[in-house]
Nanobody
Framework: QVQVVESGGGLVQAGGSLRLSCAAS????????MGWYRQAPGKQRELVADITRDGTANYADSAKGRFTISRDTAKNTVYLQMNSLKPEDTAVYYC??????????????WGQGTQVTVSS
């Protein structure tokens, strides 16, 4: 069994910052890619940023220069530092981890989602 738990969302004023965390636990062999997605009301889920096992990060244009993704591989945890937040960043944020286990091989696991609300 694998569990993926997110934390760190909340309400913040425009220009503020938030840090999201996502940790995996359970019968994990290792975690490969890790990423953050978001879904605003009435819109499709979109990639915000992802990071490979060797630490190579990729960002959506909307996140470049404001958000930073990082990982602690030893703790099976990924972070998203969000600065200079804008009202259009308001969404439910989900982490997605590619996890390899001995019993199920390579699978993608999603966090439960955390609400980020940016007020103007």
């Amino acid at each position: 069994q694998v569990q993926v738990v997110e934390s760190g969302g909340g309400l913040v004023q425009a220009g503020g910052s938030l840090r999201l965390s996502c940790a995996a636990s359970g019968s994990i062999w290792y975690v490969d890619a890790m990423g953050w997605y978001r879904q605003a009301p009435g819109k499709q889920r979109e990639l915000v940023a992802d990071i490979t096992r060797d630490g190579t990060a990729n960002y959506a244009d909307s996140a470049k220069g404001r958000f930073t993704i990082s990982r602690d591989t030893a703790k099976n945890t990924v972070y998203l530092q969000m600065n200079s937040l804008k009202p259009e960043d308001t969404a439910v944020y989900y982490c997605m981890l590619t996890i390899i286990t001995m019993t199920r091989g390579r699978q993608n696991y999603w966090g439960q989602g955390t609400q980020v609300t940016v007020s103007s």
